[in-house]
């Protein structure tokens, strides 16, 4: 095993990495910005190197300053994290052209899936079932024209290097087509320096469930079940829950075996997450994401499983210490994302932490980097707390989040407790019958 980890990022994912690291009796070394030396995961880890200037850039995002510490400390490995460098090709090169562990999957996988059209013709080839498209990038109008009528409409025009969301046009008829092509290939250039496109079927209504993996040096894969992550704003996810309210086990199964089957023949190593659009009782490959998620905990309270610790311990080389068949899943997790964010505009709302009352009993979890006095920097992610609580069915899931979500105190700063306390309160939400445009409708509508 590995004796020392660097780990490199910040709030709650640093924290839960260390103490990943601490169970595991691995020494940790924390990287920070000059705004975060008074971070939780700084004074707890063993070792601790400020590596820049406040913005990410300067900082989390700094290749050489990175590798110059691990080098300096002695780090064995590197953690990425989620975010910042965990998807990053490049780095994951360069960590080992330095002889340092990359805890995470080989560099041509994080590639191969971060180009969305040489992922989706990957996914096919596994036997992934994909949303109906093009497969190659479309280069010209005429093209786009001819490939729109094998599709049909409403289509959706796509970045190859896009993801998350970013760099979609929607064409809802031949007449949209042209201008949708035109300036989804230019914003695609202008954001990502890479302007080839592909075109997909817009499917109008469909939830987001994704699939984790987790696979060995050894061929052994296994799949964790889905998580539903459709209640979003904006591609950010706002709640997540396992199992989604609407796989049964049968159907959980069917697609746990494919992910799985298809990460084993790709030779894939450590985490992945398979995300799918469904509709109408049919799952539709979109992209695939190389790293730990943020919603990973919802996924261990259901299986019991640390994927963090399985996570390092196959970047070590050992195998996964469990089968397909030892993976139960037993009860129903939620995760809810609290955002330091003004709950009407979502404006980020940075600042003094002075309060701070953590909820708890059974099955209530808290992920969170913050304490009385910590100060919410202007210059990352809004993130600063998940509440994640596990029960014997949706139902006592649900009252625990609810109970959780009145003890919790977070002030003077805004925060977006009071969005998920009024999600909870709908009918959808207690029925579980959202889609992908449920939350973004319903702030719409509210007064
Ligand atoms: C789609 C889609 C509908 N049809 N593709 C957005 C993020 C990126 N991962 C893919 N996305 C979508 N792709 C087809 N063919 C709708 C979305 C989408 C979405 C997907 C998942 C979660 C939230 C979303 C919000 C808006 C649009």
């Given at each position: 095993?590995f004796?020392?980890?660097l780990i490199a990022?910040r709030g709650?994912?640093a924290l839960?990495v260390?103490?990943a690291?601490k169970?595991l009796?691995?020494?940790?070394v924390?990287?920070?910005?000059?705004a975060?030396?008074?971070?939780?995961?700084?004074?707890l880890?063993?070792?601790?190197v400020c590596?820049?200037?406040a913005p990410?850039?300067?900082?989390?995002?700094?290749?050489?300053a990175?590798?110059t510490?691990?080098q300096?400390?002695g780090?064995?490995a590197?953690?990425p994290?989620v975010?910042?460098?965990?998807?990053?090709?490049?780095?994951?090169?360069?960590?080992?052209?330095?002889n340092?562990v990359?805890?995470?999957?080989?560099?041509?996988h994080?590639r191969?899936?971060?180009?969305k059209?040489?992922?989706k013709?990957?996914a096919?080839?596994?036997?992934?079932?994909?949303v109906p498209?093009?497969?190659?990038?479309?280069?010209?109008?005429?093209?786009?024209?001819q490939e729109?009528?094998?599709?049909?409409?409403?289509?959706l025009?796509?970045?190859?290097?896009?993801?998350?969301?970013r760099g979609?046009?929607?064409?809802l008829?031949?007449?949209e087509?042209e201008?949708?092509?035109?300036?989804?290939?230019?914003?695609?250039?202008a954001?990502f320096?890479?302007?080839r496109?592909?075109i997909?079927r817009?499917?109008q209504?469909?939830r987001h469930?994704?699939?984790?993996?987790?696979?060995?040096?050894?061929?052994?894969t296994?799949?964790?079940?889905?998580?539903?992550?459709?209640?979003?704003r904006r591609?950010?996810?706002?709640?997540?829950e396992?199992?989604?309210?609407?796989?049964?086990?049968?159907?959980?199964n069917i697609i746990?075996?494919?992910?799985?089957?298809?990460?084993s023949?790709m030779g894939?190593?450590?985490?992945?997450t398979i995300?799918?659009l469904y509709?109408?009782?049919?799952?539709?490959?979109i992209?695939?994401n190389?790293r730990?998620?943020?919603?990973?905990?919802?996924?261990?309270a259901?299986?019991g499983?640390d994927?963090?610790r399985e996570q390092?311990?196959?970047?070590?080389g050992?195998?996964l210490?469990?089968?397909?068949?030892?993976?139960?899943?037993?009860g129903?997790a939620?995760?809810?994302?609290?955002?330091?964010?003004?709950?009407?505009?979502?404006i980020p709302s940075?600042?003094t932490?002075?309060?701070?009352?953590?909820?708890?009993?059974?099955?209530?979890?808290?992920?969170?980097?913050i304490y009385?006095?910590?100060?919410v920097?202007?210059?990352?992610?809004?993130?600063?707390?998940?509440?994640?609580?596990?029960g014997n069915?949706?139902?006592q899931?649900?009252?625990?989040?609810?109970?959780a979500?009145?003890?919790?105190?977070?002030?003077?700063?805004s925060?977006?407790?009071?969005?998920?306390?009024q999600?909870?309160?709908?009918?959808?939400?207690?029925?579980?019958?959202?889609?992908?445009?449920?939350?973004?409708?319903k702030?719409?509508?509210?007064?």
């Open positions: 095993m004796s020392k980890i990022n709650d994912v839960r260390l103490r690291c169970e009796n691995i020494k940790t924390a990287i920070h910005s000059t975060d030396s008074e971070a939780i995961h700084v004074r880890a063993d070792e601790s590596i820049g200037p990410s850039s300067k900082s989390y995002l700094n290749i050489p990175i590798i510490a691990a300096l400390v780090a064995e590197i953690h994290g975010g910042f460098l965990s998807e990053n090709a490049d780095f994951a090169e360069i960590v080992e052209a330095h340092i990359f805890i995470g999957p080989k560099p041509e994080i191969c899936m971060g180009d059209i040489e992922a013709i990957t096919q080839k596994l036997g992934i079932p994909l498209g093009s497969k190659t990038d479309i280069i010209n109008f005429e093209t786009a024209l729109a009528k094998k599709v049909g409409y409403p289509l025009i796509k970045a190859a290097s896009g993801g998350g969301g979609m046009k929607v064409a008829n031949e007449e087509l201008s949708a092509f035109t300036s989804a290939k230019s914003e695609a250039k954001a320096g890479d302007d496109v592909y997909e817009y499917l209504k469909p469930i994704e699939v984790q993996i987790i696979a060995d040096k050894f061929g052994n296994v799949h964790l079940g889905e998580r539903e992550c459709s209640i979003q591609h950010q996810k706002v709640i997540e396992a199992p989604s309210p609407v796989i049964d086990d049968k159907t959980r746990g075996e494919i992910a799985s089957k298809a990460v023949k894939y190593l450590g985490l992945g995300e799918f509709e109408g009782n049919q799952f539709f490959f992209e695939m190389t730990l998620q943020v919603e990973h905990p919802i996924t261990e259901i299986t499983i994927l963090v390092i311990r196959i970047a070590a050992y195998p210490s469990f089968q397909q068949k030892d993976v139960q899943f037993k129903h939620i995760e809810c994302r609290i955002n330091a964010e003004d709950p009407q505009t979502f940075p600042g932490i002075t309060q701070f009352h953590s909820p708890g009993g059974l099955g209530v979890r808290i992920e969170s980097c009385s006095g910590y100060k920097p202007p210059y990352y992610d809004s993130l600063i707390a998940k509440l994640i609580v596990h069915d949706r139902d899931c649900l009252l625990r989040l609810k109970q979500l009145k003890e919790i105190v977070i002030e003077p700063i925060t977006t407790i009071d969005l998920h306390k999600i909870l309160d709908t009918e959808v939400m207690q029925k579980g019958t959202y889609d992908i445009r449920w939350l973004e409708t702030l719409l509508n509210r007064n």
